[in-house]
């Protein structure tokens, strides 16, 4: 077989083969097949699609290229969320704690951020002492114990996906559906979870800038997921604003403490639920999403979801004393309150650029290797379709440097106070 000829097939609008998929992905693991040549299929890909059979044999294939987690000791069904990424995303925190406080057994392997904020891994990592990188055996006895452990990649994952992410981001070839729905999945599916939820960010501070894009990606996850014999289903949820009120590794964890006592922001304990809601179902311990939230809602209100999240921060070595004492985790030294300019209604909140004000703080890296202060952030007192008053304090910027004139500049141009604007839609759209 020539890569020459598999590149002409997809130029051409053909499906690729199973076996035409093989030898791309055996080529790119072990380099037979130069950069080039590669990049030319991603471009043809880009271009010409993929068939939902097509992108189900790209993600396994990828995934058999790495190893695959066996997670078969763990007794009952394993279920796993999956985000496509956010501003002030925090979901997995609480949600993690209040699925596993039902019995259900939930091990999640996240990653590190790359722009905007940290993601989960980066979060977790505020808490003094917590440790994501533990051995593959101690995250399944973790699992099987205290039913919920949070970690970091163990073993080398999908390497395909690896190298093809990273032709991917020079090709401009990254807002690929196909290329997106095979690179997330393949990475799920190894993880050896039985049920995936997904939640698929849509606005201006996602990657899918508009719903029918999220909603083109939903479907091919969901797919993938269903062909290759998991339960899978995605939920669409906004992004046009941050979700919740914190932005920021330390103040997100103690945004996601808050939920697990009750008293977290609306919207982003109701997204939990919602996700949660599914997860339970899937878990096998409620019949429908409508008694799956109620027992969510109770073991939050009897302080089972926090004891779980408790239990999970003592297992990796964390100071449990941040369930009560946010201050064990690192304080920024200035909080600078930004105001209203004038009287009106909050109509803009832009996400992308909030995350971005979050990461020159500190908050976020701008290269790999960048350091976190895990102190730094934004927090929102007011959310767009809130009435408010000229010098009222819109915001405040937790940091490290008395004065910020480049974050206090791109967040003049980051918000908007105009005479009327509706509350958005949270979920837009549940795809099972």
């Not at 100071?319 to 803009?348: F, N």
């Amino acid at each position: 077989m020539r890569m020459v000829d598999v590149i002409d097939a997809k130029r051409n609008g053909k499906a690729l083969t199973d076996d035409q998929l093989q030898f791309f992905v055996d080529g790119v693991v072990d380099g037979s097949i130069p950069d080039y040549q590669v990049s030319a299929l991603l471009m043809a890909i880009y271009f010409q699609g993929m068939t939902s059979a097509e992108q189900t044999s790209l993600t396994m294939k990828m995934m058999h290229s790495g190893e695959h987690l066996d997670l078969s000791k763990i007794p009952g069904v394993k279920v796993d969320k999956h985000s496509t990424g956010g501003v002030g995303d925090k979901v997995s925190l609480p949600l993690a704690a209040m699925v596993a406080a039902t019995g259900i057994p939930v091990p999640m392997i996240s990653g590190r951020g790359l722009g905007h904020t940290g993601r989960t891994l980066d979060k977790l990592e505020a808490i003094p002492g917590f440790k994501v990188e533990i051995s593959e055996q101690a995250f399944i006895d973790q699992v099987a114990r205290e039913k919920l452990a949070i970690v970091g990649a163990t073993g080398e994952v999908a390497p395909a996906d690896k190298k093809i992410y990273a032709l991917r981001d020079v090709t401009d070839t990254v807002d690929s559906i196909p290329l997106i729905a095979s690179s997330i999945m393949s990475k799920k599916i190894a993880s050896g979870t039985d049920a995936l939820v997904i939640d698929v960010k849509t606005g201006a501070g996602a990657f899918m800038k508009t719903l029918d894009q999220s909603r083109a990606l939903a479907h091919a996850l969901v797919d993938i997921g269903k062909q290759a014999g998991l339960q899978c289903m995605a939920v669409i949820s906004d992004m046009n604003q941050p979700l919740g009120n914190k932005v920021g590794n330390a103040l997100e964890i103690e945004e996601s403490i808050d939920v697990l006592k009750g008293k977290g922001p609306a919207d982003l304990t109701e997204l939990v639920l919602t996700l949660g809601s599914y997860m339970v179902v899937m878990g096998g311990k409620a019949q429908t999403p409508k008694a799956a939230r109620q027992l969510l809602e109770e073991v939050v209100a009897d302080g089972t979801a926090l004891d779980r999240f408790k239990a999970m921060v003592i297992a990796q070595g964390g100071d449990p004393r941040v369930i009560d004492d946010y201050t064990v985790m690192p304080q920024a030294k200035y909080q600078i309150p930004y105001r209203a300019k004038h009287d009106g209604v909050v109509s803009k909140l832009a996400a992308d650029e909030i995350g971005t004000a979050s990461m020159l703080l500190g908050g976020g890296r701008q290269q790999d290797d960048d350091q976190l202060d895990y102190s730094v952030g934004i927090e929102l007192h007011h959310k767009l379709g809130d009435q408010v008053k000229a010098g009222d304090t819109l915001l405040t910027i937790y940091s490290n440097q008395e004065k910020v004139p480049a974050v206090e500049k791109l967040l003049d141009e980051s918000i908007a106070i105009s005479d009327h604007y509706d509350k958005p839609q949270l979920i837009h759209e549940i795809i099972e």
